[in-house]
Every structure is written in C-alpha cells, then in structure tokens.
C-alpha cells in the first residue's frame, strides 16, 4: 500500500501539466466552441525552441524559457487571426479539425527545421530531489505544481474579479446576450489563443527536460489533458484541474502497480471509459452550441471566391465526366509503369492505401458525422494482426486479410457504442485516447511480430510492388464500388438524416442508434483491411508507426480531399500519395516533412474558402454529397430499410439537391 501512496504523491506532481493544459482547453470550449488540438503544437515550439537555445545554444534557461513561451504565444495568436477567426460561426467539428491543421503546420515544419527530437535539454529549476515518504520528486516537478497551482489560483480571481473576466464569464453563459450588451467577442478570442499559447509554452519548456520528447510525445500530453477535463464535462475549471492531477496520479500508479509496457495510457483509457458511462450529463452545452452552429459567417472575400469557383466552367456535369475518365486512364497509365518500376509500384500502392482510408472516413466522418480520431488504431490493428496470423499462426494471406478485417467489424461496433450517446467533441476525446492507449500497449504486445513476410496472394507474387499495387488497385475499386452502393441506399438517407436531424429520424419511429453502428463497423473494416496493406507494403513496421500523427494525418487527407465527396478519396491518393513523391524526386529527400505542411495549411485555406473540399470543385453546381432532401424526408423513413421504386418521379433515389435556403 506503501508504494501506491508514494505513486500518489509523485502523481500530484506528474498531473500539474495536464491540468495548466486542461484549464485553457476547457476556457476556451466553454467561451468559443473550440476543442483545440493546437496546443500541443503550442507546446511543441516552446519545448524545441528551448531545446535549441538552452541546449545547443547554452543560452540561460530564464531566458531561453522566456523566448521560448512567448514564440508559442506568438503562435497562438497568428493562429487565432489566420485559421480561427474566419470559421469562428461555423461548428465545432469544423474548428477542431481547423486545430488540426495548424497542428500539421507546426508538426511538419518542426520536423523539418529541428529533426523529430529536441537537442539536450538543461532543466529550468536546479536539478535535485525532495523526498515525501518514500516518494522522491524532483525540483523541476514541484516547480510545475507550484506554477500550476498559481495558475489556476491567478486566473480564478481574474475570472471573478476584474472587468474583462467578467465579460468572458458573460460570454461562457451566453456569447450572443453578452455581444448585444457590447462585450468584444474578438478581444475574448484573442486572450483565449494567447493563454492557450501560453500555459501550453510553460507545458513544453518545464516538461521537455523531464521526458523522451519526440514530435509525437506532445499530442500524448494533450491526450492525459483532454482526459482530464472529462472531469469537468468541459465545464469547470476547478474540476478540470483536479481531473489533470488525478489522471497524473492514476498514471502514477498504474506505472507502480503494473510492469506492462503502456499500462498508464490503458489505466487513462479505462478511467475516460469509466467517466463516459458514469457521468450522465455533460453540463449545458447550449452556449458552445450556440456559437458553433449559429450560421457560417461569409466575409465578402469568401463569398466572392465561392461565387467564382462556382462560376468556373471546368466544374460542369459533362466536364466532371470527362475528369474522371481522365483520373481512370492515369490510374491504369500508372500500373503499366509500375509494372517496370519497384519504387513507383511502392508509390503507387501508398496512394491507394491513402484512398482506402478516406473511403472509410467518408463513410464515418463525412455521412456518419462522427470526428474518429483512432484511424490509426485501426491501420494498426489491421497490420499487427494480419502479422500475427501469417507469421504465427500460418494462416495463409487469403484468410488472414479477411479476419483481421473482421476483428475490425468486431471493434468498430464496440467503439461506436460510446458515440450513440456522446456527441462529436466527446467522441473525438474518447477515439483519440483509445488511440494513444494502442500505440502504447497494444501494439507492445511481446507476441506480435514486428514484421510481415510478403508471400503470395492467390498465387501473386507480392514480392513485386508493381503486384502489390495492382492488387490494391482492384480492392480501392471494389471499395469505392461498395460506398458508392451505400450512397445510393435509404441507408445512406437515414444516415444522414440521423446525422442532421436524429430527433426526426425517432420521430418517424426509427433509432439513429443502429444506423450509426453500422456505419462504424463499415468504416471500420475498411481501415483496417487498409492497414492489412499496409504491413504488406511495409514489411518491417513499429508502433511509432500507427501514432497520434498518423490519425490525424488521415483526417486531414479526408478533409482536403472532400469529406462527403467519393471523388475525396481519389483526391487524397494523388495530393498525398503521389504528388509528394514526385516533389520529392525533383527537391531531394530533405523536402520530406513538406506534405505535412501542405496538408495542414491546404485545409486550413479550404475551411475557410471551401469547406467541402476540393471534391466540390468537381461536383455539377448545385448537387451537395452529404445533404439530404428534407422535402423528401417522410417519403424516406416511411419506406424503413425498403428501398423505393426508381421509376417513379416522386420517390427520385437521388437526395443529393440540398434544401432551398
């Protein structure tokens, strides 16, 4: 019992970061609507620029902590005018996925200016231990605390008692009475994104010194953050901060308690799990509705940019077609020159597996209206397992795919369970720690292979990337086969109409509920038979390989491709999958982290321009993907599952012509 008290105390001081992190997180949801995934690339400025001028500059760590932090607050506050401003009437799924964007940028330019790990870093507080019981705590972690603790206590009496904190207040309870009675919406913004950046650059600069930091360790630390404003429904800050020390304690212990690899992000997963089935309220969410979804604010720049790319001739019906036949005739092109190039078969089958996975997120993401951010869970599993059949268990390739497809089904109708009764933000924090919980331990599991022999598939030879590829090519095809299918069922109308309007849908005596698991399971078994190609195309792999990043990597290839669009997917494969390779090709490998780059702030540009995508560039004008017919509606639910007769002109199976505004 001894050592679990110790493990508390060390906890308190391990959770001060997740709550300095928390607080701001939970702040700024509660005033502007926004999950933000940017500050762990907030944090990630701070940490390498103190890395750099600490480190290999051996600047004084006061003042390299210094510039450090008010980079990051910099970063924040570029980001609040450039990427949030703009979209800040649209939702929250928007804006969050906006976060990840601006995530990407500084993830990809990090990574190509600094390398993925920071230089040596010196401590900011003199190095030593105090010792409580038998818990040893070092200086550096009291330090966090202490700041911690002076945070919350500094802003608390901001909050109550100055001018300004009582207009953020006003705006927590109701942001459109509090701008009628003139409180400056744009100032509350702003002071939201520079405490974001600053309590994220304290995070890094005190934090970096104490762990293994990579690219990928900073989401991890927003991920025990998220985790901890669970504790607050995203409500309170009081609860958000001790939600932060006792996920740092449970993570303490469950580091003390168990020798498993990973066992603090399982012990992190299983409390979120806990708290999404105890906690039957998340607090009034009617303000950070309102400010989400009261309408697209569309600024005269951008409705004038909409207006000209709608007015572009090339984006017409019998020019689409022509588009796509030309898109076939260079995917078939590719396989013959594949056929004589192993690296260009290579490529070739990354941009497929690219489309695989944005076929998937069509269906959850873009129809089902669920932000998952565990994409990179299931290419994981997808990988490990097929891995583990073939070179464990001697199932030949054929049925290894099939079944490890299957587990995949299996886990997408376990996950999707929470999402019947969480909504999207919710859901997005659930995915992403059950993602980082993978990653950890998972894919640690001594018994899984790290490796994948290539063999045959029916008698192909995959030692050949040209076969690989032109195998995949078949699988895509089915697959978009398979989606385009359901897009053109009441299945698809249901679903959508259980994303837009569930209330109708229950209404009309009918349950979102299994509507939405099936489109999990889908979804779902088709990222994991991607991952399955993935192991194939990799042959030697990691758990680095299927983290964080990856997810949101996928995301944004989605968004930027057409979230709603089937043509998204086709997109993605040959902006993401394919051009990059060419680039690099022409500027050198050092040109590696630009796609990162370019996918962020090429989804930032669309959010803000064209928010379905580059798809709806090549879309007939007027027709929408995702947007049901809601003149159309009870002639939908009436049917149930029944589809309705093609032939007759009032019950038109197409409800692709969004509503007369």
Not at 43 to 68: D, K, N, Q, S
Not at 286 to 309: E, K, M, Y
Request: glycine share 12%; with cysteine.
């Amino acid at each position: 019992m001894g050592k679990y008290l110790d493990a508390a105390v060390v906890g308190i001081a391990v959770g001060g970061p997740y709550s300095l992190m928390g607080i701001s997180l939970t702040l700024m949801f509660r005033t502007t609507g926004v999950l933000s995934f940017a500050h762990a690339g907030f944090a990630m400025i701070a940490g390498f620029t103190y890395g750099e001028l600490a480190g290999a500059r051996a600047w004084p760590a006061l003042v390299a902590g210094l510039v450090a932090v008010l980079l990051s607050v910099g970063a924040a506050l570029l980001t609040e005018r450039l990427a949030m401003r703009p979209i800040a009437r649209t939702g929250p799924a928007v804006k969050l996925i906006a976060t990840l964007g601006v995530l990407s940028v500084i993830t990809g330019l990090i990574t190509q200016f600094f390398g993925g790990q920071p230089d040596e870093t010196p401590l900011v507080f003199p190095s030593g231990v105090m010792r409580i019981g038998g818990a040893a705590i070092t200086y550096q972690q009291l330090g966090i605390l202490a700041i911690t603790i002076a945070t919350a206590l500094g802003l608390r009496a901001f909050l109550q008692r100055s001018r300004f904190g009582i207009a953020i207040r006003a705006v927590q309870v109701n942001a459109e009475a509090a701008e009628l009675l003139g409180v400056p919406i744009t100032r509350v913004d702003q002071f939201n994104w520079a405490l974001a950046g600053l309590l994220s650059g304290v995070v890094g600069v005190l934090l970096t010194p104490l762990i293994a930091a990579t690219v990928a360790t900073y989401p991890l630390v927003l991920v025990k953050a998220l985790a901890g404003t669970l504790f607050g429904g995203l409500l309170s800050l009081p609860l958000t901060f001790a939600g932060g020390v006792a996920v740092g304690v449970i993570e303490s212990a469950a580091r003390v308690g168990f020798s498993v690899r990973g066992a603090p992000e399982v012990a992190v997963m299983f409390t979120v799990a806990i708290l999404l089935l105890v906690r039957r309220s998340w607090g009034d969410d009617d303000n950070a509705t309102a400010v989400a979804s009261s309408g697209s604010t569309v600024g005269p720049v951008r409705f004038r940019i909409n207006q000209q790319l709608d007015r572009v001739p090339w984006v017409g019906g019998s020019t689409r077609s022509i588009l796509l036949v030309g898109m076939a005739l260079l995917i078939v092109a590719g396989s013959f020159v594949a056929a004589g190039d192993e690296y260009w078969g290579s490529v070739g089958a990354v941009s497929l597996f690219y489309a695989i996975e944005v076929i998937s997120m069509v269906v959850l993401t873009g129809w089902g209206g669920q932000v998952s951010l565990m994409h990179g869970a299931y290419v994981g599993i997808g990988t490990f397992v097929t891995g583990w059949l073939v070179g464990v268990q001697d199932v030949p390739l054929e049925l290894a795919i099939p079944m490890a497809g299957l587990v995949g089904v299996a886990l997408g109708a376990i996950l999707g369970l929470p999402a019947l009764r969480l909504n999207g933000v919710q859901f997005a924090i659930a995915s992403t720690v059950f993602a980082a919980a993978a990653t950890a331990w998972l894919f640690e599991l001594p018994d899984l292979p790290r490796n994948m022999n290539r063999g045959t598939l029916f008698g192909i030879d995959l030692f050949e990337s040209s076969n690989v590829y032109l195998i995949m090519l078949v699988v895509t095809a089915l697959m978009l086969a398979v989606a385009a299918a359901l897009r053109r069922s009441t299945w698809w109308r249901l679903l959508i109409a259980a994303r837009d309007v569930p209330d109708a849908v229950r209404h009309a005596g009918l349950r979102p509920g299994p509507i939405r698991i099936v489109a999990f399971s889908v979804a779902s078994f088709m990222a994991t038979v991607g991952g399955c190609f993935y192991g194939i195309i990799a042959t030697s792999y990691s758990p680095f390989n299927f983290s964080l990043l990856l997810s949101f990597s996928l995301l944004l290839y989605a968004v930027v491709g057409g979230l709603e669009s089937l043509l998204g997917p086709v997109v993605a494969a040959m902006a993401f999958g394919l051009l990059p390779q060419v680039l690099q090709q022409e500027a050198g490998a050092s040109s590696s982290a630009w796609p990162i780059v370019v996918s962020g702030v090429a989804v930032i540009a669309l959010l803000v321009l064209r928010p379905s995508g580059v798809a709806s560039m090549l879309r007939p004008r007027g027709l929408s993907e995702g947007h049901l017919d809601f003149g159309r509606f009870d002639a939908v639910v009436s049917t149930g599952w029944q589809h309705e007769d093609d032939t007759s002109p009032a019950s038109n199976p197409s409800p692709t012509l969004a509503p007369k505004s």
